[in-house]
């Protein structure tokens, strides 16, 4: 069987399982009508959704639009950041090397100054101009002397000066390195805060792009539904109208069946009713649910026994031996029990009347004002083991409108 067929019998199944509503209407609705509402109203909702679902998904795209805008200007910074930093590293390297050119210079122009001090300040380590005079022997070793020193003091002076200049360009290329120093760590907390920005947005838009993917596979799965309840409500409608008429048609035989068999009862319950309490409709629906059968439309027990309401023990004739179905711990058994005996089918009735007035239903129908909660207090009060047997006795008291023949409650 192919998928269509399936949930076309899937349909055909609800309609015939579906909980009974405590309501002649709701029970005699065409199910035809019911699936094609039911089927327009999921093809709106499936609709409504795919709009949805379509305006998330382009919000979403949108989304990780932007995110790899930012992603394609972080990776920019990042090739700036990083080319800045190469730059920086190499003006390091050329003021380390400078640094010590300067130093190395300083050190031996140093070393030459000594050499010139011991060698013409001899007297207190300086030279004056007396020592100059007094060490002549001529006028002319005296001239000689005179600009000799005269050069000297002048070199010195140069050299002093630029001992100077060159201390303080060694301290600003020393300033120049550690400004370099920091403004290259701080390109580098740029550098590794860019990179973790970058990564979060990674990890951001594949999150957005798993719900993306998500988001479609919803659409597409929405999408088949919508097809698939098309196709059902197109080419399967004729056959579904099909079902419910042989339906209608199989209603109509078994009511003309069930009221063959309840016909003869129909003034009793009401005459029960007036003198109990006890609703016709629920007289009536136990009757067909319990001694449905074979024997002119009754069971064997109702037949032969007059037991109409399968009630054990003795009646107004005594009882009888009968196999019967019970449920045992929710499974189903086949058992041996004794069962009442009438001698008229009235007897039984009023037994199974003033069965239900006990202590024992009326702590569960004392308070009772609907038919639905009626056949469950029946149920809760231990009548059958059947777990399904207050849907099954609704059913069929909607089924046949046994309800139309409750008295009315004054």
Not at 174 to 186: A, D, F, G, H, I
Not at 242 to 259: D, L, P, T, Y
Not at 261 to 286: E, H, M, N, R, Y
């Amino acid at each position: 069987m192919d998928k269509k067929k399936i949930l076309l019998s899937a349909c055909f199944l609800t309609f015939m399982t579906a909980p009974l509503a405590a309501s002649a209407e709701s029970i005699n609705s065409p199910p035809s009508q019911d699936s094609k509402k039911q089927i327009e109203s999921d093809l709106k909702a499936v609709k409504i959704q795919k709009l949805l679902v379509q305006e998330e998904i382009e919000a979403t795209a949108k989304k990780i639009k932007e995110l790899d805008k930012q992603i394609t200007e972080s990776n920019a910074k990042l090739q700036t950041k990083e080319n800045e930093l190469h730059k920086i590293q190499a003006e390091m390297n050329r003021l380390n090397k400078e640094e010590k050119r300067i130093t190395t210079l300083l050190n031996n122009r140093k070393d030459e100054f000594k050499d010139r001090v011991a060698a013409y300040y001899r007297t207190d380590g300086q030279m004056s101009f007396l020592n100059v005079i007094l060490s002549v022997n001529s006028f002319g070793e005296f001239i000689d002397h005179f600009f000799a020193y005269d050069k000297i003091v002048n070199e010195d002076k140069q050299f002093i000066e630029k001992y100077i200049a060159d201390q303080n360009e060694v301290a600003n290329i020393k300033e120049k390195v550690q400004t370099l120093k920091e403004s290259t760590s701080k390109e580098k907390a740029d550098l590794e805060a860019i990179k973790v920005s970058q990564e979060h947005s990674k990890k951001e838009k594949e999150k957005l792009a798993k719900v993306l993917e998500k988001k479609k596979k919803q659409l597409e799965k929405e999408e088949q539904e919508k097809t698939i309840a098309l196709e059902l409500l197109q080419k399967n409608e004729k056959e579904i109208q099909s079902w419910v008429n042989n339906r209608n048609s199989e209603k109509a035989a078994n009511g003309q069946v069930i009221n063959s068999i309840i016909a003869p009862f129909v003034a009793d319950s009401q005459k029960l009713q007036q003198k109990t309490g006890v609703p016709a409709c629920i007289t009536l629906g136990q009757i067909i649910l319990e001694s449905s059968g074979s024997y002119n439309g009754l069971s064997g027990l109702a037949y032969n026994a007059k037991n109409l309401f399968g009630i054990k023990g003795k009646g107004t004739a005594g009882s009888v031996k009968v196999e019967t179905t019970e449920y045992v711990n929710g499974e189903k058994i086949v058992i041996t029990a004794e069962f009442a005996k009438y001698k008229t089918y009235y007897d039984s009735m009023l037994d199974h009347a003033n069965l239900l007035l006990t202590s024992r239903y009326q702590k569960y129908l004392k308070d009772v004002t609907n038919i639905v909660d009626y056949a469950h207090g029946i149920h809760d009060a231990g009548y059958a083991t059947d777990p399904e047997y207050a849907n099954k006795l609704l059913k069929i008291i909607y089924q046949y409108d046994l309800w139309k023949l409750d008295i009315p409650v004054e």
